[in-house]
């Protein structure tokens, strides 16, 4: 009997990772859905990995791999940059955590200022989570007011006003825990469309900010119009309305002051995380000073307690992250790794598209910067590039357009050929992955496609 694509991947994948299979037998007895993050989530197990090093990580089974998660995008210099473990290894003789203030928190901040052009203040946290849950906070405060709108697909992290309308309930629905008065402050706009959120900040007066992910949706899965962000960002000037660009991918990637610095338009607020805490768990908010200063503690009892933003985190600017971000920023304002990362990104896209078009497959790779992303096509559509680009590819297509099944083959299929990636489709390339890299990645996805037939 011949065995079907789907039997001979996920067999030969069971072959190859008896460890992680056994390691996820475990997991299951412990972590809901055996995994600490979603995105791990894998069927029929996910990969146990053992070790990283530059591009390349190694499961417990000995197996080698092409890295395009880097710690879900935190790593743009690659695994264990030699630089930042050094900085890390000094700042831990010295202390992990002192539970005070310290010297490289004020320089990691003096960096992010001379690097981020809307960086008057800087505030650390503790994640991109904590980020946008706070600029959000401070944008309410500042403004007096108490909606926010935001772009289906566009995500901000897991707190409630930004968790639903990413990736499941775009009906207005409310996803389970979450209250639904707290879903109703948060106004979805579909992407690129200007003349909705027009019209729903014309409709409600009390919106405090937009927020968006300034490249699109994850990392340009969705790509925004040409000059939208210099439109959003009239539109919110004139209707008074803060703007907020979610840099926590884009910071540090699209260029050494974000996607604001390389496409000219300055946000009130921007939020950070992953490059800027060099692989390490942080994030920050930046912005202007007015709206910062919401959190300043003032001689004034009466106004900490009206118009004050609390904001305290045990690991905010913790010295080895400090140590470790400040080292990566100075990195990418110093030295070509951004350019380095973006070449070998556009490299592996049109060799993903070489041995797409060789098998013949109706899938195209796209992507800008240090990005990919895999486009299944779902219907089977006739589309060139540009379309994506262009916006003749519905977005729900772009973004959660695979069935989860082929998601899972694929990634194993990839899993087979040596390369790792996210299950968006895509993944993220750093500084060091280098041609063989991308060679590899290219005939892992001939091999994948050809048993997907
Ligand atoms: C654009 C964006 N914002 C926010 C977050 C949330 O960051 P974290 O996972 O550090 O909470 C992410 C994470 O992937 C992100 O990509």
Redesign the pocket.
């Known amino acids: 009997m011949r065995m079907t694509s789907k039997n001979s991947i996920l067999e030969q994948y069971i072959a190859k990772t008896p460890g992680s299979q056994r390691l996820y037998r475990r997991a299951i007895e412990i972590f809901p859905g055996g995994v600490t993050h979603d995105t791990r989530y894998l069927q029929p197990h996910p990969l146990y990995i053992e070790r990283a090093g530059g591009a390349r990580k190694w499961d417990v089974d000995g197996n080698e791999y092409v890295d395009y998660i880097g710690g879900?995008?935190a790593l743009l210099l690659g695994h264990n940059h030699p630089v930042v473990i050094e900085a890390v290894r000094e700042q831990l003789a010295k202390g992990t955590h002192f539970g005070a203030a310290h010297e490289l928190e004020v320089r990691w901040g003096e960096q992010i200022q001379k690097m981020v052009p809307c960086a008057q203040k800087v505030r650390f946290t503790g994640?991109?989570?904590?980020?946008?849950l706070l600029a959000i906070r401070l944008a309410r405060a500042f403004t007096g007011k108490k909606k926010i709108a935001r772009f289906t697909g566009?995500?901000?992290?897991?707190h409630d006003q930004v968790a639903f309308g990413v990736s499941s309930h775009f009906d207005g629905s409310v996803p389970a825990g979450i209250l639904p008065e707290v879903a109703a402050s948060a106004l979805v706009c579909p992407p690129n469309d200007l003349p909705m959120l027009s019209q729903l900040l014309d409709e409600h007066d009390d919106v405090a900010a937009v927020i968006l992910?300034p490249t699109g949706a994850?990392?340009g899965l969705v790509p925004l119009a040409d000059g939208f962000l210099a439109k959003v960002r009239q539109l919110t000037t004139r209707k008074n309305v803060l703007l907020i660009f979610?840099?926590?991918?884009?910071g540090f990637r699209v260029s050494p002051g974000g996607a604001q610095q390389r496409y000219g338009v300055t946000p009130d607020l921007a939020?950070l995380?992953?490059i800027i805490a060099g692989g390490f768990?942080g994030?920050a908010v930046a912005g202007r000073a007015d709206v910062m200063d919401v959190m300043t503690l003032r001689d004034d009892r009466d106004w900490n307690l009206r118009h004050r933003v609390p904001h305290q985190g045990t690991f905010n600017a913790n010295p080895i992250t400090a140590a470790a971000g400040l080292a990566t920023l100075k990195l990418v304002a110093e030295t070509d790794a951004i350019e380095q990362a973006n070449r070998a990104a556009e490299l592996l896209r049109d060799r993903l598209n070489d041995v797409i078009r060789e098998v013949g497959s109706s899938w195209l790779a796209y992507g800008e910067f240090s990005g990919f992303h895999l486009f299944t096509n779902p219907q089977q559509r006739t589309v060139r590039l540009a379309d994506i680009y262009a916006g003749a590819v519905p977005a729900e297509e772009l973004k959660g357009g695979t069935p989860p099944a082929l998601i899972h083959e694929l990634r194993c299929g990839l899993i087979l050929g040596g390369v790792d990636i996210f299950p968006w489709p895509g993944g993220v390339v750093s500084s060091v992955h280098r041609e063989e890299d991308i060679e590899t990645t290219a005939r892992a996805l001939k091999a994948c496609l050809q048993l997907l037939g």
Not at 246 to 250: A, F, G, R
Request: proline content about 4%.
């Open positions: 879900h995008g994640s991109g989570t904590e980020s946008t566009h995500f901000h992290g897991w992910e994850t990392f979610d840099e926590v991918i884009t939020t995380a992953k768990p994030g």
